[in-house]
């Protein structure tokens, strides 16, 4: 055993000696970047210390976004003090969480062929209580049955019977290893609170910011296993406002600057050195506009930005009741669900 502990500690530090660092610089980022055509055309601005947002605590003033938009943060001088950023992240949260104030289904869509269907008996709790997320694809027969939550809490999903793609059934619900590190991101969420919808529905991400909170606190480095008392990670993050598409955005900017660098950029396939997510919010109801990905890897390979997200969550529309159509493809759901669990089928206590 003791031979079997030595051996992966060994080949750890050899993937870490292979893993050259490039320190993160202004300039380096600043040089041979762009931005979309529909973006303005100034050279990003290195990150760097600005003016604080007045006496901002954690938790936003009442009148936050519009001290935000008339404090003239820009790209060139935008706000980075960890304290105001926390609170302006909160209040993005619960910006988003605004667009959920009645009962009843909302529909929003991740690209155009992705589906969504929640609903709220109690909206102020920002717990849906149904849920469905279907999938539409030119490729696809009929529209497709992801996943589906139902009122008592089950929750099921599915796969396709065969390659025609036209019918599907239920399958046992996963269940992660709890012997492997970070299973606890795969186990199913303890409630359906928004801030959980990417659980249900991938890339879904909605009203959660908690990570990136930690990470302006200072709590989150992701530890070093050979030198625990060293960070992985540096992170550094700014916002403004800026002009997407002719309305006033927010946009905030986050670099993860990788101090021991081995993850794989999925554009160069080298180890990645630091890379940029930029979002684009909107100021009416927060969801992400755009996104933009930049960075670089150790050997020096600064990649273009690129977007590689369609609109997610697309508009959000509410429903008193779901259309009919749509309430047969949840009714013959349940009944397939339920079948599946007398059957024998389904067991998420396993």
């Not at 750890?12 to 000696?17: E, K, N, T």
């Amino acid at each position: 055993m003791k031979k079997k502990i030595l051996l992966l500690f060994m080949l750890f530090a050899l993937v870490l000696a292979g893993c050259g660092h490039t320190e993160f610089t202004p300039e380096a980022f600043q040089a041979e970047t762009s931005v979309p055509s529909n973006l303005s055309s100034d050279p990003i601005a290195p990150f760097q210390s600005s003016p604080e947002l007045g006496e901002e605590t954690v938790e936003p003033s009442q009148n936050f976004w519009e001290d935000f938009k008339n404090a003239g943060y820009t790209k060139e001088n935008p706000l980075t003090d960890p304290k105001s950023m926390t609170a302006l992240l909160t209040a993005l949260e619960e910006l988003q969480y605004s667009n959920f104030d009645q009962p009843g289904w909302y529909h929003m869509t991740c690209g155009e062929e992705e589906i969504i269907w929640l609903h709220f008996s109690e909206p102020g709790t920002h717990i849906f209580d149904q849920f469905l997320w279907l999938r539409d694809f030119p490729i696809y027969p009929n529209i497709h049955v992801s996943s589906i939550l139902l009122k008592d809490g089950t929750y099921g999903t599915t796969r396709f019977t065969d390659e025609s793609m036209s019918d599907y059934v239920f399958v046992p619900p996963y269940v992660p290893d709890r012997n492997i590190i970070g299973w606890e991101e795969y186990a199913r969420p303890e409630d359906s609170h928004l801030k959980n919808l990417e659980w249900f529905m991938l890339n879904m991400q909605f009203g959660n910011y908690e990570v990136a909170r930690r990470r302006l606190r200072g709590e989150d480095g992701l530890p070093n296993a050979l030198y625990p008392e060293k960070d992985r990670m540096r992170f550094e993050y700014k916002a403004w406002t800026d002009i997407y598409e002719g309305q006033e955005v927010l946009v905030v900017r986050e670099l993860t600057d990788f101090l021991v660098p081995c993850g794989i950029s999925s554009i160069t396939n080298e180890v990645e050195d630091y890379k940029v997510d930029t979002f684009f919010y909107s100021l009416e109801d927060g969801r992400i506009l755009y996104q933009l990905d930049e960075g670089a890897d150790v050997k020096g390979t600064i990649y273009d930005p690129y977007d590689s997200y369609p609109p997610c969550p697309g508009p959000i529309t509410h429903y008193d009741q779901l259309p009919p159509e749509i309430q047969a493809i949840y009714d013959e759901a349940e009944a397939r669900l339920r079948q599946f669990i007398a059957e024998g089928g389904y067991d998420e206590n396993r």
